[in-house]
């Protein structure tokens, strides 16, 4: 069912927080109360029920999944085979903010989620690829390097 089959070393996938869904709502809450106020309870309960189903939208469509399975790197819809990857640096919350902002380069690919201070870099080594490296978000970013730095074996 899954694109992930049982070969894969690392899954790990980044949902919204709670603390940002609440807050979310309580933006959709005020606005439909504004709504409510000016056209009434049936608007104000249509404008609750379209924000709430493109909030459902939009966090079902920005969650990040990072897979390790096989020889395959899967980061969003980005993938690499682990052969071109170089070398792989756990960051921690500072060097994350570093590396996010005045030590960024623009080639770089980076899948960032705010509300994760952790990540990893991982340095490219692909001769056809004008990709530096990747930095990608992770709430376990130790595991995840661990995961590519793992030999893959085809009885796994």
């Known amino acids: 069912m899954s694109k992930f089959s049982s070969n894969t070393n690392y899954k790990e996938r ?19 109360l504004a709504i409510w106020a000016a056209l009434g309870t049936r608007w104000g309960a249509i404008a609750m029920l379209l924000q709430v189903l493109g909030l459902l939208y939009l966090s079902q469509s920005t969650l990040l999944v990072i897979a390790v399975a096989g020889d395959v790197l899967t980061v969003g819809k980005a993938h690499i085979d682990r052969q071109y990857l170089g070398a792989i640096e756990v960051l921690s919350p500072d060097q994350m903010r570093q590396w996010r902002g005045p030590l960024s380069d623009p080639a770089g690919f980076m899948q960032l ?44």
């Open 14 to 32: 980044t949902p919204w927080p709670i603390w940002l869904w609440l807050f979310l709502l309580f933006l959709a809450a005020s606005l439909a």
């Open 113 to 156: 989620r705010f509300w994760i201070p952790r990540g990893v870099k991982i340095e490219i080594k692909d001769p056809k690829d004008s990709t530096p490296y990747w930095l990608v978000s992770s709430k376990k970013a130790q595991p995840l390097a661990d995961a590519l730095l793992t030999k893959h074996s085809p009885d796994n």
